[in-house]
């Protein structure tokens, strides 16, 4: 039996680097490791949210999940960029 694992994914990795990469325009004292960094630190304070299909899980949340996943993607994104940020002034500081 052949199992394909390709379509499985973490939910969160696409809009995390999606909405990245619309926020750089925002912050553009970051480099492209910074804003890889700041993707890094958000994924790493979500939920783990593994599927195949994206609509699938949009399909079986409700609105008051949807409100608090995105209320916790902003939560995330608003966190990683301070910590990138502030670290990255810290170390420039230091040298």
Request: aromatic share 12%; charged share 25%; proline share 2%.
């Given at each position: ?54 609509v ?24 990683a ?15």
């Open positions: 039996m052949i199992i394909n694992f390709e379509q499985v994914h973490n939910y969160f990795e696409r809009v995390v680097f999606e909405a990245v990469a619309k926020m750089a325009g925002s912050y553009p004292e970051f480099s492209a490791d910074m804003l890889a960094d700041v993707a890094c630190v958000a994924l790493n304070r979500l939920p783990a949210r593994y599927l195949r299909h994206d699938d899980m949009m399909f079986y949340l409700t609105e008051t999940e949807r409100h608090v996943m995105d209320d916790s993607l902003q939560d995330a994104l608003s966190f960029f301070g910590f990138v940020g502030d670290r990255t002034a810290r170390q420039a500081g230091a040298l």
